[in-house]
Structures are given as structure tokens and as C-alpha cells.
């Protein structure tokens, strides 16, 4: 090694070069000089090159050394509790992030989670190559002690430390993904540390950082947030000042929910009842009155001036329907003692009525409850026309609340299904992103049952539109609804293809959950 | 019955599609009849046709007919059967309806006739007068080839290794080609491999040299024949093109032995796929290589599995350490074992290969049980260190560092695998008393235990 070059690696300058341009060196050719006497033998240069560079790749194979050095063993590395998910399960998760089915990746984890056990670790590096950070984040039992011991020795794995001290610096110094995962990590755990690690860079960080972390402020804020985000209100960048508005509206407790009802407070009235019996305020009309052009504290708050060109309304009306989109629906029932079927019916009597229900829509979005998700969705179904609107409404409420309410709702219109709005319940439960208990995966086989039977296309539906049903639905349910439509229903029927893809799907999953407990 | 698993079958499959169609029809639902035997299984699948399909399968040869016109073998129906059978309870036994047993009637015909026709040799035996000239024709040949050769050898570099690394592909296939008319098929793969050697990005200069030095010392070899001892002598034969007639090697008399299914790995060049086993006799020590082929849509055949012990005669090719066999008789089949035995440490890895290096100085890559070593990652390469605190590295082509890091924690590893006096390439490992083995998964690599 070192100055010391070998004879062949001389050699092999010389040949890079060719014979033509550089001549063979003075010393002996050969790793040995006890070879010397078999290329003694007449040839030409080119051949004695070649015998002598075989003879010196021989010589060194042959000799190479080993490398010294004792194996680190890894005294730190953690042992793995208890018993781990079956080598099948991993073979699952391989066939799901390659491509089949990417969608059940989700369920998968939640599955194998709950079973409290944590993948065989050779499986963790495939996991930690791809799956994304904010998914396996959630679910440090699966990945188990390993993965964080593996991602302290290589940089590009980011495990979100599950019980390890969150780190400062790396919220200093991280890149934004990294930074994200930590604030949502710290938020779970330290809400006034939280606020004061974005208050210790926010002047520095760039606009779509500070959108980013509001938006994890946002999935679940708390009164203590409003502080911070009261001055936000006068950042120099628009998508900045409505994220913030958007998260003060959320909390009805805040001065800026406050201001928003004061503004919007006299406008809306139910007029006099003539005869002056509150009994009769069923029948009574909604008196609504526009209001005037904002101020510069609205501007501040989040009301916009100008309707977008898509949209066809006045100024007036939108300024109210941002107003609207603001308050609680719940203030309405509040104020005027009705409960929300009422209101909105009051609502729907006057001369605002389309711009309204948007209105009342995003405000249910903002501030969920049960009763408005169910009001409001049965009106915008009562639409005869299916424009891109209303879809937008109806998958926007169906996401909307929680998992016990979401469940809820699509019950409930599962029951209330009428001929005229049957395509909208497809609409509704393809956006519900939710796990159908029993009762819904029934519902939802009775309807699709009714779908089958009535098609009369000459043609087929795709195979995969009936996937978001297949993914959600009850396995044992879903598995025995599907076997008897598809004896009912051969080959050449227009729904034959999607429901045996439904069919495959459910039984991928009822293979993944029997594997994960196996 | 128990060797199915279904993995085993997923391994069958021509492709990952096919494994995923297999699935589908793997329900019972699907099959009007499922019967099995400890030999056979069998059963009807409602395809899109009004008949079904009828699927059979030899549990023991691996072998399959489906009355389906699937042009992918095995078919769905075929994989979907293997798998029902597989999970143990779904295919009843009974005893074989007449399509099968026509079929399985037939298979013992057909294997009788031809091992009758084995039997008799002589009256078809070829003309040794002519066979002489045909092999005169073909030394005439190939003593051109080698001029050829060594005279386009001499041409690169003295004209430089670095004209001919700017060469088109065509450079090399050209020399290849000639070479395949000269009836030298292995000297035509090694000048074929050349080019990409040319192409490699680091370190291609002394594997270029390297190269075309082995092929000038093949040339000296073969025209020095008689001079070399007999077992290089035809290891030298072998690496031209000659080939050695399996008929021949099966009158010869073979190692029995109980052999324990140590390694495999799978290749595909453009028009062949080639799966070598290795083998390892439990008995003798000794390990064995064996090689099968598929072409186009046929699957490679599903002789062994890992762990499997094979009671069998094995033949040796004629060979420089001998290494590559084939199976001449199969007496039986013993319960896996997935243990490793006759591990060395890397100091005598070395040894043994410097030893066989000296013997045949064109000795690629040897087969070799490893351990007990410990893995470890520095600068993103993966090394191997042994109790003497040895460290060799790991083929760069190995795709499961980190898996193998994780999977060892602070135990140590066994492997099997193939040291080419540079680097280490596993093939099968064992940890805590469990094998694993790469393998490839809807496109993804992973590192999977041996079920």
C-alpha cells in the first residue's frame, strides 16, 4: 500500500494508456519474480502484458488481507418486548406499500397497533424506506424500540422519538417535515412549550412554514392558542392572516369570535310574531338585513371585500355569508330557542336562502355538530340538480365531527334514502372517511343490493368503484352480502367486475386481520 | 404433506400478477370439486367458460396441466389449487376422479417409455467416425477463434483501455458473435461480459485488465491441454464451450448422500432465466451446485427448498474444484432442518479459497458457510467481522444491509453465500435459530424468513 504500487496496478496504467503510447516499465511485470520464467516464452508486448497482469490479479486475490477491526457490538441495542406480529404480516405490509391496495396501509397499522406487538425487525428498514414519516409516527408499538435505533445511523430514516426527550435544537435546526413532526409531538404532550418554541423562531420562519404549523394548531386548538394567534391577524401574507382567522374562529371563547358575532348579531331577526306567541315562531320569517361595506377591522379579522370572480353573488350577501361561515350554528338554536331542522327552514324561506346554507355549511364544518350535519345534509340532498357544489357540501359534512357522529349521519340517511336521491347516498358514503359499523355496512349492502338490481347499463362499471366501500365496510357483513350478490349476478352484468374486485378487497383484509393475531 | 406452504406456491408464480390472480381464485366457493391424494390434488374451477376448468397437480414432481388456454404457467387455476392445499384444510381427501387419473396414467407411461429408451443406448448409438470428424471440425474452429481473440486482445491494449471503454456496445457483441461461430459459446460470454465490466463506473480499470488477462490465460491454457492437470484440463474445456454429456455423466456412479438445500438464487439474462441451488451433504461435507433453466413463460422447475433434505445420488460435473451435479437418483425426502453446519471463520474462508485459487486460477466466486459474524455499517457499506476481529465486505449489490443489521441486533449471524476473494455475497442466513433469504415482493426487496 502507499507509495509502494503494486505491479499490477502499474499495469494497469500502462494498458489504460496502450502500448502505442506508453512502453513497458524497466521492473519485472510480475507480482513474483519466481513467475518470471513462464513468460519467458516469445511474444509480443501486448501478450506479455496480459499474462503478466492475470498472473498479478491471481497474486493478489489470492493474498488479500482481511481487514482488522474489532465488530462494535451494539451493547446499546434494545431489546424487543414480548412476542412480535407474525413473519405474514410482513409480507402483507410488502404487498400493500408495493402497490395492492396502497389504500389499506392505514387500517394495517391501526390493526397491528392494537395488538400491542411490534414488527420482526428485519422488517423496519423496508417500513422506514417507505412508509411516510407522519404515518408510522403515529404508531411507535409497531415499529417497536428498533426503528428509533436503527434511525440514530441512518440520517434518512426520521423516527419521531416516542419516548425520548423532544429536542430544541432539532426545532431550531430541522428541515420543515422534521419540525412538523416534532411540534405535533410536542403539542400532545406540552401545550405551553409548544407555543413557546413557534414564538422563539416564528419572525424567521418563511410563510409556508408558519401555514404549515398553523394548520397542525388548528387540528386541535384550545383557548390558550388565542394569545399567539391574535397577532397573527396582521401578518404581512394573506394565506397566513385567513389560517389564523380561520383557527380564532374555531374558538367561539375568543375576542376575534366575539367581534365576528357582534358584527353579525343584528342582522339576522325573526320578525315580530303578530299575534305575539313565541308557539308561533315556527311560522315566523327570518328578517335579514345585508350588511354595510367592512371596516378595517373585519379586513383584520378575515372578511374579504371582494367575492371571487367564480362566484355569482353581490358584495352584500357575501360579506354576510362570511359572517355566517364564522359563528357556531349552535348560536342560532341558542338565541332564538329552536333546534336546527328550525332555523335552517326559516333560513331556506328567504330571499338568501343558496348563499345561507353554504354558509351555515362551512360554519357546521368549523364548529361540528351532529344536529347541523344532518339538517344541513338532508337539505342540499332535497336538490334536484347534482352540481359540483352541492357534491362539495355533502363531502365536506360527511367528514365532518366525530367518528360517533359521522356514523350517525350516514345511518340516518341510509334510513331516509328515497328513490330521487339515491345517487347522493353513494356521493355521501364514498367521502365519509370512516369504518362502518354493522348497522351502516347492512344499510349500505341493502342499498347497493337495490343499485344491482335496478342497473340496466349496457356496459360495465369499473372494477375499482366500489373500492372505498370494500375498505370500510364490516369484513364478515361485507364478505356475506357480497358472496350472494355474486351468485345472483354471472358474468356480463354491469356491476359483475366491481363487485368481485370488492370481494377480493374484503378478503385481503379479512386474510391481514386473521395473519396480524395470528 | 406439509412442504406447501404458501409462500412456496407465491414462489411458483411467473409473476406478481399471477400471484394476485391466484389469490382470487384460491376460495372455495370457486371449485365445483376439490379432492387431493398424497400424491395428487385436484379439483374444477367455474371459469368465464360453461365448463369448468379441470386442474391437476403432481404434489411430488411439481407438475401441473389445466384444460385452460392460459399461456402463463403455472396458470391461476393450477397456483389457486396449490394454495387451497396449502392451507391445509380447504381440499378434502379422496380418491381421483377419471381426468385425473387418465392424466397420471399417462405421466407414468410416458416416464416408463422413456426410461426404457434410456436403457437401451446401443441401437441409436452415433457413428464414432463421424462423431471424430464432427469434433476435428469443431477444434479446427475454434483453434481460429482463439487466434482471433488474441490478436483483437493485443489490438486493445495497445491501442488502450480507455479507446476501448469509449467503444459502442457492438465492439464487444461483435467479438462475442464471432465467437459463437467459432463454437466457443463460453469465450463469447466472457467477451460479452467484458463490456460491461468497460461500462462499470469505479474501479473499471483493473476489472477490464483482469478480464482480458483470465481470457489470454484461457487461451494459453487450452492450447497447452495435455499439459495441465485433468480435472483444470476440462474445467479449461468447459469455459470454452465444450459441453459435458449429461447422458454420460448419468452412467456414472454419484454421491449418495443426505443433502441439505443450503442457497438459491435466481438470474435472468435476456433470454434465460437460471436458478442455481446449492446443496450441501450432511454426511460427506461436500457442497453441490445444481443449475436449471426456463425459457420464455415456463416457470423454473420447484426441485428444491430451502432446508429440504434430499436423500439422493448427486453426479459431479467434471470440474476444477467439482462443483455443479446432477441429481441421478432421488431416494427420499427427510424432515427439513433449517440449522447450518461446517461454518468457517473468514481467516479460513480465505485459506480454502487461496487454496482453490491456486488450482484454478479462474475461480470466481466460491461457495462458502460463514460464521459466526457479526454485521456492521460504516460509510453506508456493510462488513462482516468475525470473533478474530476479521472484517470482510459484503457485495455492494446486496440490497438487505439494514435488514441484516436490525434483524442481528448484538447476536451473530451464519451465512451462506459466495466470496470472490473481494467481497462476501449472502444468500442464506441464520439468526436465533431461524433462516432468511432475499427475496423480491410486489417490487419491493425484503429480507424474509424461511417459512
Given amino acids: ?136 409516527a403515529g404508531f411507535p408499538t409497531v415499529l417497536g424500540p428498533v426503528a428509533a435505533w436503527l434511525a440514530g445511523r441512518n440520517s434518512r430514516w426520521l423516527v419521531a422519538p416516542a419516548g425520548e426527550e423532544l429536542s430544541d435544537a432539532r426545532w431550531q435546526e430541522g428541515s420543515l417535515e422534521e419540525r412538523r413532526l416534532l411540534l405535533a409531538a410536542i403539542r400532545k404532550r406540552d401545550r405551553a412549550r409548544s407555543l413557546e418554541w413557534l414564538r422563539s423562531t416564528w419572525e ?41 382567522a380561520d383557527a380564532l374562529a374555531r374558538l367561539p371563547e375568543s375576542a376575534h369570535a366575539r367581534r365576528m358575532l357582534a358584527r353579525l348579531e343584528p342582522l339576522i331577526e325573526f320578525e315580530a310574531a303578530s299575534g305575539g306567541m313565541l308557539a308561533k315562531l315556527r311560522k315566523r320569517k327570518l328578517r335579514i338585513e345585508l350588511p354595510t361595506a367592512p371596516d378595517k377591522a373585519a379586513l383584520r379579522d378575515g372578511i374579504e371585500a371582494k367575492p371571487p370572480a367564480s362566484r355569482k353573488i353581490g358584495e352584500r350577501a357575501f360579506w354576510l355569508s362570511q359572517l355566517v361561515a364564522m359563528v357556531p350554528p349552535s348560536h342560532w338554536c341558542r338565541r332564538f330557542d329552536c333546534d336546527a331542522q328550525t332555523f335552517l327552514d326559516a333560513v331556506l324561506a328567504t330571499d338568501y336562502a343558496s348563499e345561507l346554507l353554504g354558509a351555515l355549511t362551512q360554519a357546521t364544518v368549523r364548529h361540528p355538530q351532529g344536529e347541523w ?76 343490493a337495490g343499485i344491482v338490481a335496478s342497473a340496466k347499463e349496457n356496459w360495465s362499471h369499473s372494477r375499482n368503484s366500489l373500492d372505498a366501500w370494500a375498505r370500510r365496510c364490516d369484513i364478515d357483513i361485507g364478505a356475506h352480502r357480497a358472496a350472494a350478490l355474486l351468485d345472483k349476478y354471472g358474468d356480463g352484468h354491469c356491476w359483475r367486475n366491481a363487485l368481485e374486485q370488492f370481494n377480493d378487497i374484503v378478503a385481503f383484509r379479512a386474510a391481514m386481520h386473521k395473519e396480524l393475531t395470528k | 404433506m ?35 391424494t398424497d400424491r395428487l390434488a385436484w379439483g374444477e374451477c367455474q371459469g368465464s367458460g360453461k365448463d369448468p376448468y379441470q386442474v391437476r397437480v403432481d404434489l411430488v414432481d411439481v407438475t401441473y396441466k389445466c384444460s385452460c388456454p392460459s399461456r402463463k404457467l403455472p396458470c391461476k387455476h393450477a397456483l389457486g389449487l396449490l394454495l387451497l392445499f396449502a392451507d391445509g384444510k380447504s381440499v378434502p381427501a379422496g380418491s381421483p376422479p377419471a381426468f385425473v387419473e387418465e392424466w397420471s396414467a399417462n405421466r407414468a407411461r410416458r416416464a416408463e417409455a422413456k426410461q426404457k429408451k434410456e436403457a437401451e443406448p446401443a441401437a441409436t448409438a452415433p457413428d464414432p467416425e463421424a462423431k471424430a470428424k464432427r469434433v476435428e471440425k469443431r477444434e479446427n474452429r475454434i483453434g481460429a477463434g482463439l487466434e482471433q481473440l488474441e490478436a483483437w486482445l493485443a489490438d486493445i491494449v495497445s491501442q488502450g483501455l480507455a479507446a476501448a471503454r469509449a ?42 485488465l483482469r478480464s482480458l488477462g483470465e481470457l489470454q490465460l484461457l487461451i494459453d491454457a487450452y492450447r497447452n491441454l495435455e499439459g495441465l492437470p485433468p480435472a483444470l484440463a476440462s474445467e479449461v474445456r468447459t469455459m470454452i464451450g465444450w459441453p459435458q454429456s449429461q447422458d454420460e455423466l448419468r452412467e456414472r456412479a454419484g454421491v449418495r448422500d443426505i443433502w441439505q438445500v443450503v442457497g438459491r438464487r435466481q438470474t435472468q439474462d435476456q433470454k434465460l432465466r437460471v436458478q442455481q441451488t446449492w446443496l450441501r451433504g450432511t454426511r460427506g461435507g461436500q457442497l453441490a451446485k445444481v443449475l436449471e433453466f426456463a425459457a420464455g413463460p415456463v416457470p423454473l422447475p420447484v426441485s428444491y427448498t430451502l432446508g429440504q433434505m434430499v436423500d439422493a445420488e448427486m453426479v459431479y460435473f467434471d470440474g476444477c474444484p467439482p462443483l455443479r451435479t446432477l ?90 453465500g459466495e466470496w470472490d476473494g473481494l467481497e462476501f455475497d449472502p444468500l442464506t442466513i441464520e439468526c436465533r435459530g431461524a433462516w432468511y433469504t432475499p427475496a423480491q415482493l410486489a417490487t419491493l426487496p425484503i429480507l424474509s424468513r424461511v417459512a
Fill in chain 2, 2 to 36: 406439509g412442504e406447501w406452504s404458501s409462500q412456496r406456491v407465491e414462489q411458483m408464480a411467473p409473476d406478481g400478477a399471477a400471484v394476485k390472480a391466484a389469490q382470487s381464485v384460491a376460495r372455495p366457493a370457486k371449485w365445483k370439486s376439490l379432492g387431493c
Fill in chain 2, 167 to 208: 467503444q459502442p456496445p457492438a465492439f464487444w457483441a461483435q467479438m462475442s458473435a464471432r465467437l459463437v461461430d467459432a463454437q466457443a459459446p463460453g469465450l463469447a460470454n466472457r467477451v460479452e461480459l467484458l463490456g460491461d465490466h468497460a461500462l462499470a463506473s469505479a474501479r473499471w480499470q483493473p476489472q477490464l
Fill in chain 1, 373 to 448: 350535519s344532518q339538517a344541513l345534509t338532508r337539505a342540499w340532498m332535497a336538490s334536484t340538480q347534482e352540481t359540483t357544489e352541492v357534491l362539495a357540501a355533502l363531502h365536506d359534512l360527511a367528514m365532518t365531527g366525530s367518528p360517533a357522529e359521522r356514523a350517525t349521519l350516514l345511518e340516518q340517511i341510509l334510513r331516509d334514502t328515497k328513490p330521487a336521491n339515491a345517487s347522493y347516498i353513494s356521493h355521501v358514503l364514498d367521502a365519509a372517511e370512516l369504518q362502518w359499523n354493522a348497522t351502516i355496512t347492512q344499510l349500505a349492502m341493502d342499498h347497493l
Fill in chain 1, 1 to 136: 500500500m502507499g507509495a509502494d504500487i503494486s505491479p499490477f496496478a502499474r499495469l494497469a496504467a500502462i494498458a489504460t494508456l496502450g502500448t502505442r503510447r506508453a512502453p513497458l516499465p524497466k521492473e519485472s511485470p510480475w507480482p513474483d519474480d519466481s513467475l518470471a520464467p513462464a513468460g519467458a516464452e516469445p511474444a509480443t508486448r501486448e501478450t506479455c502484458l496480459l499474462r503478466a497482469a492475470a498472473a498479478g490479479a491471481i497474486w493478489e486475490r489470492a493474498g488479500t488481507r482481511a481487514g482488522q477491526g474489532a465488530a462494535p457490538l451494539p451493547r446499546d441495542f434494545p431489546a424487543q418486548a414480548g412476542r412480535e406480529l407474525d413473519e405474514f404480516a410482513g409480507w402483507r405490509l410488502t404487498r400493500i406499500l408495493g402497490g395492492e391496495y396502497p389504500y389499506l396501509l392505514t387500517e394495517w397499522f391501526e390493526a397491528a397497533a392494537a395488538t400491542g406487538r411490534p414488527l420482526p425487525p428485519h422488517w423496519l428498514p423496508m417500513v422506514l424506506d417507505h412508509v411516510a414519516p407522519e404515518v408510522r
Fill in chain 2, 327 to 416: 441429481e441421478k437418483l432421488r431416494h427420499g425426502l427427510e424432515p427439513r432442518r433449517l440449522a447450518m453446519a461446517g461454518a468457517t471463520d473468514i481467516a479460513g474462508m480465505q485459506t480454502t479459497y487461496a487454496t482453490a485459487l491456486a488450482e484454478n486460477p479462474w475461480m470466481g466466486r466460491a461457495p462458502n458457510m460463514l460464521g459466526p459474524v457479526n454485521p456492521v455499517i460504516e460509510a453506508d457499506r456493510l462488513f462482516l467481522c468475525d470473533s478474530a476481529q476479521r472484517r470482510i465486505a459484503v457485495a455492494e449489490g446486496f440490497g438487505h444491509a439494514w435488514a441484516l443489521l436490525a434483524l442481528a441486533g448484538s447476536d451473530s449471524l451464519q451465512l451462506f
Fill in chain 1, 204 to 244: 424567521s420562519d418563511a410563510p409556508e412554514a408558519r401555514e404549515a404549523f398553523l394548520g397542525l394548531l388548528t387540528a386541535d386548538l384550545a383557548a390558550d392558542d388565542e394569545p399567539f394567534l391574535e397577532p397573527v391577524l396582521d401578518d404581512k401574507r394573506k394565506p397566513v392572516r385567513l389560517a389564523a
